[in-house]
């Protein structure tokens, strides 16, 4: 036995490959096997004189422990190649999972009530987000000291004109731009959008929300035909079972008013936390069309009638989803939204 010997093995073992679990094992037996070389040399070892036997004896052990981490490696490199051969030779692997998004509650919920009033015969209209004074307050009845023309509720765009340019505070307006453009009824419209108010946010105020509003003018629309409508709805977007009621209420652009409560859909009218025990839901605002609204717009009130509604597309969705916040419409959490997945 001599060191040159010793380091010549070192450095074949350092430089040795495997294609396959055969060299491998190969490898090993010719290393470390009953007639391998680092076997044999162990064997020489007992004919070391005394005085090297702690030099060689180290060296030796060296030389086991690196061929044994060595055998290691080279199995695992090996494995390793031939699963990955494996995978990409297999045709019948699944392919990849992409991850499918969701639909957002709100659009979900404005797309089922337009469906909704689609069936009833009714087209969507649309106007625009900033909006004068005249089709937000003036021609729906709103009187010149009304307190949502203050800066308090709504958002004035700075000018330097006196007109009053305004972010629109309800889809209200768009009635106004649909009389207008429309002159001569029958007028059955429903007009999504956002609207923007001055409000802190909070869970159950945001300072942007949706709406949906709901028009219809012709010869001898009745309250009763209001009632039917609103009942029809209800029915369609919370289940044939639930109850509608409503209380009289006061809006300037409607006469008489009405607000519209659905029976809750938790407890089912016995009472609980989410109706704060009343058994029932707040869900719209709706009345007769004020003469006044129709003459503004240029609709003879003599000869038509009509009613209007509008609701807020969260509230809807907070009722027929259950969720207790609004803020989370607006947070994007996707745990959220995944939720939704399921809806359509
Ligand atoms: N514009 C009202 C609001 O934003 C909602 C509303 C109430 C709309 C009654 C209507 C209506 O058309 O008749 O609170």
């Known amino acids: 036995m001599n060191s040159e010997s010793i380091e010549e093995l070192k450095a074949r073992i350092a430089a040795s490959g495997a294609k396959k679990l055969q060299d491998v094992e190969?490898?090993?037996v010719g290393m470390l096997g009953?007639?391998?070389?680092?076997?044999?040399?162990?064997?020489?070892?007992?004919?070391?004189?005394?005085?090297?036997?702690?030099?060689?004896?180290?060296?030796?052990?060296?030389?086991?422990?690196?061929?044994?981490?060595?055998?290691?490696?080279?199995?695992?490199?090996?494995?390793?190649?031939?699963?990955?051969?494996?995978?990409?030779?297999?045709?019948?692997?699944?392919?990849?999972?992409?991850?499918?998004?969701?639909?957002?509650?709100i659009s979900l919920a404005r797309e089922e009530i337009i469906g909704i009033f689609r069936k009833f015969g009714y087209n969507v209209a649309e106007g625009p987000e900033?909006?004068?004074?005249?089709?937000?307050?003036s021609a729906l009845n709103f009187p010149p000291e009304h307190p949502?023309?203050?800066?308090?509720?709504?958002?004035?765009?700075?000018?330097?004109?006196?007109?009053?340019?305004?972010?629109?505070?309800?889809?209200?307006?768009?009635?106004?731009?649909?009389?207008?453009?429309?002159?001569?009824?029958?007028?059955?419209?429903i007009c999504p959008g956002r609207v923007f108010r001055n409000e802190a946010i909070s869970a159950r105020a945001h300072c942007i929300?949706?709406?949906?509003?709901?028009?219809?003018?012709?010869?001898?629309v009745t309250f009763a035909d209001l009632r039917q409508a609103i009942l029809l709805f209800c029915r369609e977007m919370f289940g044939p079972?639930?109850?509608?009621?409503?209380?009289?209420?006061?809006?300037?652009?409607?006469?008489p008013s009405s607000e519209v409560d659905?029976?809750?859909?938790?407890?089912?009218?016995?009472g609980c936390n989410i109706c704060k025990g009343t058994g029932w839901l707040e869900i719209l605002g709706c009345g007769m069309v004020d003469p006044n609204v129709l003459s503004a717009?240029?609709?003879?009130?003599?000869?038509?009638?009509?009613?209007?509604?509008?609701?807020?597309?969260?509230?809807?969705?907070?009722?027929?989803?259950?969720?207790?916040d609004l803020r989370m419409y607006f947070e994007n959490d996707v745990r959220f939204l995944k939720e939704f997945q399921t809806v359509v």
């Open 26 to 28: 190969e490898f090993r």
């Open 34 to 105: 009953k007639k391998g070389e680092i076997t044999r040399l162990f064997e020489e070892f007992r004919t070391v004189a005394p005085e090297q036997k702690r030099e060689f004896g180290q060296k030796l052990n060296q030389l086991k422990q690196q061929a044994q981490a060595k055998i290691e490696e080279l199995r695992e490199a090996v494995e390793e190649e031939q699963t990955a051969t494996t995978v990409d030779n297999d045709l019948t692997r699944p392919g990849d999972d992409f991850e499918l998004g969701s639909r957002h509650p």
């Open 130 to 137: 900033i909006e004068d004074d005249w089709h937000v307050f």
């Open 148 to 189: 949502a023309r203050d800066m308090q509720d709504t958002f004035f765009i700075a000018t330097d004109t006196d007109d009053k340019i305004l972010l629109r505070t309800h889809t209200s307006s768009v009635q106004v731009r649909t009389m207008e453009r429309m002159k001569t009824p029958p007028i059955r419209v």
């Open 209 to 220: 929300f949706h709406q949906v509003e709901g028009l219809y003018i012709d010869r001898n």
């Open 241 to 255: 079972d639930v109850r509608i009621r409503m209380r009289p209420s006061y809006f300037p652009f409607t006469e």
């Open 262 to 270: 659905v029976s809750c859909n938790i407890c089912h009218g016995k």
């Open 297 to 324: 717009s240029g609709i003879d009130p003599d000869v038509y009638t009509g009613f209007a509604f509008g609701m807020g597309i969260e509230r809807i969705a907070m009722l027929k989803w259950q969720v207790k």
